[in-house]
C-alpha cells in the first residue's frame, strides 16, 4: 500500500504557480520524499527527492515539514505542459523499491 | 528523450501467442526494472536487474519471463497471457544500483491481450 496520500486532482492558471501537496505520516527516519510525474501516454519522469531540507533544481522546489510528515512540490511557474500526474512516493534509503500511489492529476489551464 | 528505448510502443497479442518486449538504455546505468501500470491502479515493480542480475521478482506469474543479457538490454518475453494482463509496461534504469529512487523510465509498450 502506498504511504502518501495526495488529492486525486488539481487545477492551476498557467504562469501561476502550482503547490501540490502529499501527506506521508507515517514516514520513517531513514526515508526519502520523491516526486515524479507522468505525462500522458509517456513513462514516469523523476523531479526531485528529499530527506529533511528543502530542495530546489531547475523543474521544481521540494518542501518538507519540520516533522517531516507532510510536503509540498512547488512549479514556479506552470505551464500548460506540466500538465500531468504527480506522484509523491516515500523511499528507504537502502531499499530499491518505490511503492506508487495513484497521484494527483494536474490540470494547467490557459 | 529519456535514455531508454522501448519497442514495440504497442503489441496486439492473443492469449496464445508469444511475443517480446524489449528495452535499452544508453546511459550506463547499472540497473534496470519492469514495471506494469493498469488503468486506474498503481505501478506495479515486476522484476529488477543489477548488473544483469535478478535481484527482485515480485511474484510475477510464469508466463512473464525477463531476460538481461547485458547491463544495456532488457527483454520481458510474453507467452500464454491472459486478457487481464493488457496493460502499460514500463522499462526503467537507474544509476548506482538498484537501491537509488532516481529512475529513468522509457516511453512504455502498450499491451493488448486478446
Known amino acids: 500500500d502506498a504511504k502518501t496520500t495526495q488529492p486525486p486532482s488539481m487545477d492551476c492558471a498557467e504562469g501561476r504557480a502550482a503547490n501540490l501537496p502529499c501527506n506521508h505520516s507515517?514516514?520513517?527516519?531513514?526515508?526519502?520524499v520523491y516526486w515524479y510525474r507522468q505525462i500522458h501516454s509517456q513513462g514516469p519522469q523523476y523531479i526531485i527527492h528529499g530527506l529533511k531540507n528543502n530542495e530546489t533544481n531547475e523543474m521544481a522546489s521540494l518542501i518538507i515539514t519540520e516533522d517531516r510528515k507532510s510536503s509540498t512540490l512547488i512549479l514556479p511557474h506552470a505551464t500548460l505542459r506540466d500538465t500531468a500526474v504527480y506522484y509523491c512516493i516515500v523511499k528507504p534509503g537502502n531499499n530499491r523499491k518505490l511503492i506508487w500511489g495513484l497521484g494527483t492529476s494536474l490540470a494547467v489551464n490557459p | 528523450e529519456t535514455g531508454v528505448t522501448q519497442t514495440p510502443r504497442h503489441l496486439v497479442m492473443g492469449m496464445t501467442n508469444k511475443k517480446s518486449l524489449k528495452c535499452e538504455q544508453h546511459?550506463?546505468?547499472?540497473?534496470m526494472y519492469w514495471y506494469k501500470q493498469s488503468a486506474k491502479k498503481p505501478l506495479e515493480l515486476m522484476f529488477v536487474y543489477s548488473l544483469e542480475e535478478r535481484v527482485e521478482n515480485n511474484s510475477v506469474p510464469s508466463r512473464f519471463s525477463p531476460e538481461c543479457p547485458n547491463s544495456s538490454h532488457l527483454f520481458l518475453h510474453l507467452h500464454t497471457l491472459q486478457p487481464e494482463d493488457s496493460a502499460l509496461y514500463l522499462c526503467?534504469?537507474?544509476?548506482?544500483?538498484?537501491?537509488?529512487?532516481?529512475?529513468?523510465f522509457g516511453e512504455g509498450s502498450r499491451l493488448t491481450v486478446l
Open positions: 507515517t514516514i520513517s527516519g531513514n526515508e526519502y
Open positions: 546511459l550506463g546505468h547499472n540497473a
Open positions: 526503467a534504469s537507474s544509476p548506482g544500483g538498484s537501491g537509488t529512487g532516481e529512475l529513468f
